[in-house]
T-cell receptor, first 116, second 115 residues
């Protein structure tokens, strides 16, 4: 296992379409995080999972966004009825999350979404 | 809510020189963690250095060190003997002690190392 992987790396879609992104964390990492990063800005937290439980969601995560981690392994982030403002890099990260506060989050390469 | 501010949008340094990147934060928590992450062009973000707020000793990792001033809520990163491979966007990030997940990032500083 060489790190966090994300698929696809790039996605171009038309406004109004639905898109789904996948994240595979580092094996045995219990925690998984989603962030959104717009050009020239720092990442913004969207949501995170402890195993399969979604424990925190940002107000940025509107009702068009849904994230799952069904078996506590990979995660998917779906955006319904995409809008041009959804264009961004979507980053996934994972951490060991075993009794550690402040443990290091390992980031994936991101999925760049462009909504036309 | 916590905020993280990086007031230097861009910095440049000559190879082998030393550069310091600034970061300030605002929080009402007493226990928290601070990080510096590096994001090279078109590559994924990696952790540079981590500081626990309850530790008074400044963290160091090889050429990277921090100056953590808890009372002033300041957390600067010093890069010594700068290398071309240090060219990247650097983000300061905060993690509250009561939150196991949510990193709050600053706006980033683009560092360019010139030969």
């Amino acid at each position: 296992d060489t790190g966090v992987s994300q698929d696809p790396r790039h996605k171009i879609t038309k406004r109004g379409q639905n898109v789904t992104f996948r994240c595979d964390p580092i094996s045995e990492h219990n925690r998984l995080y989603w962030y959104r990063q717009t050009l020239g800005q720092g990442p913004e937290f969207l949501t995170y999972f402890q195993n399969e439980a979604q424990l925190e969601k940002s107000r940025l995560l509107s009702d068009r966004f849904s994230a799952e981690r069904p078996k506590g392994s990979f995660s998917t982030l779906e955006i319904q009825r995409t809008e041009q403002g959804d264009s961004a890099m979507y980053l996934c990260a994972s951490s060991p999350g075993v009794g550690l506060a402040g443990d290091e989050q390992f980031f994936g390469p991101g999925t760049r979404l462009t909504v036309l | 809510a916590q905020t993280v501010t990086q007031s230097q949008p861009e910095m440049s340094v000559q190879e082998a020189e030393t550069v310091t990147l600034s970061c300030t934060y605002d929080t009402s928590e007493n226990n928290y963690y601070l990080f510096w992450y590096k994001q090279p062009p078109s590559r994924q973000m990696i952790l540079v250095i981590r500081q626990e707020a309850y530790k008074q000793q400044n963290a160091t990792e090889n050429r990277f060190s921090v100056n953590f001033q808890k009372a002033a809520k300041s957390f600067s990163l010093k890069i010594s003997d700068s290398q071309l491979g240090d060219t990247a966007m650097y983000f300061c990030a905060f993690l509250g002690g009561t939150s196991y997940g949510k990193l709050t990032f600053g706006q980033g500083t683009i560092l360019t190392v010139h030969p």
